[in-house]
């Protein structure tokens, strides 16, 4: 069973999380101040964290380093771009904007665990596409797919969360942790070389558009 480790000093709000992830099937631990939970760290390690940043003690922010090793989650009422990106630069993996829905939180949380089966993060494969994360190659079933900085960002995203309906801000922000080129009018253009190249590998048209919310990344 994971070990989830819910960091919040906001009872209600922890009280929802622990409730949702342990009817997931989570084993889910407490914390409400940054100090406490270093205590706690001293003495196990979760398998992933949820880290609200204004905390009593020690802020996340200052609790984050401690937490090298861990998936963490972010989870906060900032919602800054800025913030966003310096969180995950400084080694968070996910960030949640407070109010948030636990349906949400749920899938995010199964998708940064799932990324934890193999540490490294070598090879995301899905639906017979394969993408290598340490040489950033590409594949459909053997066939090589060369991508741009920006094309590989985004099919890594959407490899990390198959099936699931990726909003276009929560790609934006993600994928500029790997390139640095794409806005928001460039966005569409470069989902749609992604498809042309995929397609042009014999996987079809595995990149859909959700009219008004963003893209997922079908099997087949």
């Not at 861990?70 to 993996?93: F, N």
């Amino acid at each position: 069973m994971k070990t989830i480790l819910v960091i919040d000093d906001d009872v209600s709000i922890g009280n929802l999380m622990q409730e949702a992830l342990e009817q997931a099937g989570y084993l889910v631990r407490r914390a409400y101040s940054g100090t406490e939970a270093a205590l706690l760290l001293a003495q196990q390690t979760p398998d992933l964290a949820i880290l609200d940043l204004m905390l009593p003690g020690m802020t996340g922010e200052e609790l984050l380093p401690r937490l090298r090793g861990v998936p963490v989650m972010v989870v906060s009422a900032k919602a800054d771009l800025e913030d966003r990106v310096a969180l995950l630069q400084e080694g968070a993996a996910d960030y949640l904007v407070k109010p948030f829905a636990l349906r949400e939180l749920l899938a995010r949380v199964e998708a940064r665990l799932r990324e934890t089966v193999n540490p490294a993060g070598r090879v995301l494969r899905y639906g017979g596409i394969e993408l290598n994360t340490d040489t950033r190659e590409a594949s459909f079933q053997g066939t090589p797919v060369h991508l741009t900085r920006t094309e590989y960002a985004i099919l890594k995203l959407l490899l990390q969360n198959p099936g699931q309906v990726l909003p276009k801000g929560r790609l934006l922000d993600r994928i500029s942790l790997d390139t640095p080129d794409c806005t928001e009018s460039s966005l569409k253009t470069h989902v749609s070389n992604l498809r042309r190249k995929l397609k042009e590998a014999g996987a079809g048209d595995r990149v859909e558009a959700v009219w008004g919310i963003g893209f997922r990344l079908r099997e087949s």
